[in-house]
């Protein structure tokens, strides 16, 4: 029992990663009508962000401290990071260390501006063109993202550690009546979920609960009838391209502490997450969530030595083999609906 | 002349004609020159032109004539590589049978792969096929490699050791890849003034194999066969109501395209003995379907075209470092020339992906139909006639 629920714990991480980004690109898919190939960079981004905040927040420069000698004798040079001058060593410092967090305020506009530039840049042009130009075009995108990031950034993954006060672990099991040390789950971990739970509510919620939410569900059941009420949709849609961007930034913050960033992860994760949308149900966001969760589960309990050592390798190829059982037996997904991308 | 229109023979004499001289004209610049960088005429870079034109061709029959992107090629590369170095550790190093075997092992992945994918098609079909790619890298990568059974040899990637069986090597072959005897490594050297040429017997066999893959290909695209592929390109729906099942034919699309992608992984292994994972990675699907928008996606020439023009990018522009950038732009005054430099330098070097990036970006949004298009256009401007023609055929969707 516990190993089960130990599990499936670990899979909640991957899976509110997988869920996040599908999220975004079903919300993408389902609106405009685009495969996002580019989704994967916006991941990327987004964790980038973390790291030039964390960069900007330590600038720093030398001091010379009289207190502290090195082994010659000569007072030591120390690098003293400018906020620590500015709001003290006990604020400042807390604010570098809490960066991860912070970023998220900072992430937020400058995502948004990134989807906006986008779709109103490149992907706008795209829409009466085949479904396979839109896919080339935003892959060549995705390769510019990167490239530039991998110019900025270097190729090596960026350490950027979480707040003190969330990189401890703690022991689930005794909380629920298990013995001691049996579920020990790391803390950051558990705040990633609940992060990814309050987002996901909060994009529903948004959609569910406010005339603009209203107004882009109808507009992505039948787009032209909208448009002949006279509401401006093209607006609404670009607008919910920017919040899917933002998702995805989101997704990448949070997720630096688990996975240091590079320059690729966007991409290693996007094939994943197109497997996610497809499972779910393209264009059904419900089924993107249910989709993400649960791949992420299944990949870590095929990651267990039991699983490893009854078939070797299963933990690499589960997650397409699901794929390819579910668009065999339901070829609209999870829980797609009829009529979204039938042929 | 061989079956084809005066046109067609026209377009494949002229080929012929490049394919053989080719170690003449892309070695332009003498030997001792400060453009000699630029020369691509040296057999590694010759054989790698050959081999992914024909991973190009292969991938234009399915993606250029049915309009299904399968972003999974790569795969059937891979295989065909796997394929031609288990030939080469088992049985002989020649190339052959190797060859040979890489084509039906893709062959078999392609049916196997191609009858589940193309259950579905437009996006969905993309993912499929990206998805069974990389499960395959995923498998060739870790999966295949542990110690009780390996088959691919993990990360080293797979290749010929001297304990290996080798049931029909002789002495006195070669104890390379070989046609019969003859190393694919043999050159000949020809100096001439200040030029240095090499004749190189790897690339004269892909070459002549390009060839026969090219012809087969102008073969099939004036094939009704083909006419069937475009029809399925053109309107899925409507020839389903005439009362055609489009299934087999994108198969034995799929399947023929597989197969091409298996030779050319086949010969790569020729080339240079040795089979990595790292060919599968989805990184080499995207750079297949690159070659081919970049050429022309539905043309006869234009895969080629791209696949060379890429190949030849990532040889050579990669090559440029700064030192040279300094160099080039010596003639400005100081203050210019670092500023050239620095605004140059982030497009080339290990930047190379960026400016392939952009291109590849500048081409889908500007110049669908590629290099071909845009040499049409620049010859529209000059003989000024309206080809009505040519915009008609250019105006096509894929399958949805």
Same mark, same amino acid.
């Given at each position: 029992?516990?190993?089960?629920?130990?599990?499936?714990?670990?899979?909640?991480?991957?899976?509110?990663?997988?869920?996040?980004?599908?999220?975004?690109?079903?919300?993408?898919?389902?609106?405009?009508?685009?495969?996002?190939?580019?989704?994967?960079?916006?991941?990327? #981004?987004?964790?980038?962000?973390?790291?030039?905040?964390?960069?900007?927040?330590?600038?720093?420069?030398?001091?010379?401290?009289?207190?502290?000698?090195?082994?010659?004798?000569?007072?030591?040079?120390?690098?003293?990071?400018?906020?620590?001058?500015?709001?003290?060593?006990?604020?400042?410092?807390?604010?570098?260390?809490?960066?991860?967090?912070?970023?998220?305020?900072?992430?937020?506009?400058?995502?948004?501006?990134?989807?906006?530039?986008?779709?109103?840049?490149?992907?706008?042009?795209? @829409?009466?063109?085949?479904?396979?130009?839109?896919?080339?075009?935003?892959?060549?995108?995705?390769?510019v993202l990167q490239e530039i990031i991998k110019y900025f950034f270097g190729a090596n993954p960026i350490p950027t550690p979480a707040p003190e006060a969330l990189s401890g672990s703690i022991d689930l099991g005794v909380m629920i009546g298990f013995e001691v040390n049996e579920i020990v789950y790391p803390l950051w971990r558990m705040v990633y979920f609940a992060f990814a739970a309050v987002i996901i509510g909060a994009v529903f919620a948004f959609l569910q609960f406010t005339t603009f939410g209203m107004v882009v569900r109808a507009g992505m059941a039948d787009r032209e009838t909208v448009g002949l009420l006279g509401i401006n949709i093209d607006r609404r849609f670009t607008i919910m391209f920017g919040i899917a961007a933002a998702v995805a930034g989101l997704a990448g913050v949070m997720y630096t502490p688990i996975n240091p960033p590079n320059y690729h992860m966007g991409m290693d994760f996007l094939v994943l997450s197109f497997v996610v949308v497809v499972v779910g149900g393209m264009g059904s966001l419900p089924g993107a969530v249910l989709a993400g969760f649960l791949l992420g589960i299944l990949e870590s309990f095929a990651s267990t030595t039991w699983a490893t050592t009854t078939i070797p390798g299963i933990n690499q190829v589960i997650i397409y083999l699901v794929a390819i059982v579910v668009l065999l037996t339901r070829p609209r997904g999870l829980m797609g609906r009829k009529g979204v991308m039938e042929e | 002349m061989f079956g084809l229109n005066k046109k067609d023979g026209l377009l494949f004499l002229v080929v012929i004609a490049i394919t053989l001289l080719a170690p003449f004209l892309l070695n332009p610049f003498p030997e001792n020159s400060g453009m000699a960088q630029f020369n691509a005429g040296y057999p590694d870079l010759l054989q790698r032109f050959a081999i992914y034109g024909i991973f190009a061709i292969g991938f234009n029959i399915l993606f250029g004539l049915t309009g299904y992107l399968s972003f999974g090629h790569a795969a059937f590369l891979g295989v065909g590589s796997y394929a031609a170095v288990w030939?080469?550790?088992?049985?002989?190093?020649?190339?052959?049978?190797?060859?040979?075997?890489?084509?039906?092992?893709?062959?078999?992945?392609?049916?196997?792969?191609?009858?589940?994918?193309?259950?579905?098609?437009? #996006?969905?079909?993309?993912?499929?096929?990206?998805?069974?790619?990389?499960?395959?890298?995923?498998?060739?990568?870790?999966?295949?490699?542990?110690?009780?059974?390996? !088959?691919?040899?993990?990360?080293?990637?797979?290749?010929?050791?001297?304990?290996?069986?080798?049931?029909?090597?002789?002495?006195?072959?070669?104890?390379?890849?070989?046609?019969?005897?003859?190393?694919?490594?043999?050159?000949?050297?020809?100096?001439?003034?200040?030029?240095?040429?090499?004749?190189?017997?790897?690339?004269? !066999?892909?070459?002549?194999?390009? !060839?026969?893959?090219?012809?087969?290909?102008?073969?099939?695209?004036r094939s009704p066969f083909g006419m069937m592929l475009r029809a399925i390109k053109s309107n899925n729906t409507r020839m389903t109501y005439t009362g055609l099942n489009a299934k087999p034919y994108a198969l034995a699309a799929f399947v023929i395209s597989g197969m091409?992608?298996?030779?050319?992984?086949?010969?790569?292994?020729?080339?240079?003995?040795?089979?990595?994972?790292?060919?599968?990675?989805?990184?080499?699907?995207?750079?297949?379907?690159?070659?081919?928008?970049?050429?022309?996606?539905?043309?006869?020439?234009?895969?080629?075209?791209?696949?060379?023009?890429?190949? @030849?990018?990532?040889?050579?522009?990669?090559?440029?470092?700064?030192?040279?950038?300094?160099?080039?732009?010596?003639?400005?005054?100081?203050?210019?020339?670092?500023?050239?430099?620095?605004?140059?330098?982030?497009?080339?070097?290990?930047?190379?992906?960026?400016?392939?990036?952009?291109?590849?970006?500048?081409?889908?949004?500007?110049?669908?139909?590629?290099?071909?298009?845009?040499?049409?256009?620049?010859?529209?401007?000059?003989?000024?006639?309206?080809?009505?023609?040519?915009?008609?055929?250019?105006?096509?969707?894929?399958?949805?």
């Amino acid at each position: 029992m516990d190993v089960i629920l130990l599990q499936i714990l670990n899979g909640l991480d991957k899976g509110s990663a997988y869920a996040l980004i599908a999220l975004g690109l079903t919300l993408i898919f389902g609106t405009l009508g685009v495969v996002n190939f580019a989704h994967g960079a916006l991941f990327m #981004i987004g964790a980038f962000c973390a790291v030039t905040l964390q960069k900007l927040l330590s600038l720093s420069h030398t001091v010379i401290d009289e207190t502290q000698t090195d082994f010659l004798g000569n007072p030591l040079k120390i690098e003293k990071p400018y906020i620590m001058d500015w709001f003290g060593p006990e604020i400042g410092g807390g604010i570098i260390e809490w960066a991860v967090p912070l970023s998220i305020l900072f992430t937020i506009p400058v995502m948004v501006a990134v989807g906006f530039a986008m779709e109103r840049g490149l992907i706008k042009h795209f @829409y009466n063109r085949p479904h396979a130009d839109q896919i080339l075009v935003t892959f060549g995108l995705a390769i510019v993202l990167q490239e530039i990031i991998k110019y900025f950034f270097g190729a090596n993954p960026i350490p950027t550690p979480a707040p003190e006060a969330l990189s401890g672990s703690i022991d689930l099991g005794v909380m629920i009546g298990f013995e001691v040390n049996e579920i020990v789950y790391p803390l950051w971990r558990m705040v990633y979920f609940a992060f990814a739970a309050v987002i996901i509510g909060a994009v529903f919620a948004f959609l569910q609960f406010t005339t603009f939410g209203m107004v882009v569900r109808a507009g992505m059941a039948d787009r032209e009838t909208v448009g002949l009420l006279g509401i401006n949709i093209d607006r609404r849609f670009t607008i919910m391209f920017g919040i899917a961007a933002a998702v995805a930034g989101l997704a990448g913050v949070m997720y630096t502490p688990i996975n240091p960033p590079n320059y690729h992860m966007g991409m290693d994760f996007l094939v994943l997450s197109f497997v996610v949308v497809v499972v779910g149900g393209m264009g059904s966001l419900p089924g993107a969530v249910l989709a993400g969760f649960l791949l992420g589960i299944l990949e870590s309990f095929a990651s267990t030595t039991w699983a490893t050592t009854t078939i070797p390798g299963i933990n690499q190829v589960i997650i397409y083999l699901v794929a390819i059982v579910v668009l065999l037996t339901r070829p609209r997904g999870l829980m797609g609906r009829k009529g979204v991308m039938e042929e | 002349m061989f079956g084809l229109n005066k046109k067609d023979g026209l377009l494949f004499l002229v080929v012929i004609a490049i394919t053989l001289l080719a170690p003449f004209l892309l070695n332009p610049f003498p030997e001792n020159s400060g453009m000699a960088q630029f020369n691509a005429g040296y057999p590694d870079l010759l054989q790698r032109f050959a081999i992914y034109g024909i991973f190009a061709i292969g991938f234009n029959i399915l993606f250029g004539l049915t309009g299904y992107l399968s972003f999974g090629h790569a795969a059937f590369l891979g295989v065909g590589s796997y394929a031609a170095v288990w030939m080469f550790k088992l049985f002989t190093y020649n190339v052959v049978p190797a060859i040979a075997f890489a084509m039906i092992v893709a062959a078999i992945f392609s049916v196997l792969i191609g009858y589940i994918s193309l259950r579905r098609s437009g #996006i969905y079909f993309a993912i499929l096929t990206l998805a069974f790619a990389q499960m395959s890298f995923a498998l060739a990568y870790s999966v295949l490699s542990n110690p009780k059974f390996n !088959l691919t040899n993990g990360e080293t990637g797979l290749q010929v050791y001297s304990n290996d069986p080798q049931m029909f090597h002789r002495d006195g072959l070669p104890n390379l890849p070989h046609i019969f005897g003859l190393s694919v490594r043999a050159s000949y050297e020809l100096e001439l003034g200040g030029w240095s040429f090499t004749f190189n017997v790897g690339y004269y !066999l892909c070459a002549l194999i390009m !060839l026969i893959a090219f012809y087969f290909a102008i073969r099939l695209f004036r094939s009704p066969f083909g006419m069937m592929l475009r029809a399925i390109k053109s309107n899925n729906t409507r020839m389903t109501y005439t009362g055609l099942n489009a299934k087999p034919y994108a198969l034995a699309a799929f399947v023929i395209s597989g197969m091409y992608a298996g030779l050319a992984g086949g010969l790569l292994a020729a080339m240079d003995p040795l089979a990595g994972a790292e060919r599968m990675f989805w990184t080499a699907s995207g750079e297949v379907v690159l070659m081919t928008i970049l050429g022309g996606a539905g043309t006869l020439i234009g895969p080629v075209l791209g696949a060379g023009l890429i190949k @030849y990018m990532e040889n050579i522009v990669s090559k440029i470092n700064d030192n040279v950038l300094h160099q080039w732009f010596a003639f400005l005054p100081d203050g210019m020339e670092d500023f050239m430099v620095t605004i140059i330098h982030p497009f080339v070097g290990k930047g190379w992906n960026l400016t392939l990036g952009m291109i590849f970006v500048l081409v889908v949004i500007f110049l669908p139909g590629g290099l071909v298009e845009g040499g049409q256009r620049i010859a529209r401007l000059f003989t000024g006639k309206k080809a009505r023609a040519a915009e008609k055929s250019s105006q096509s969707t894929p399958a949805e």
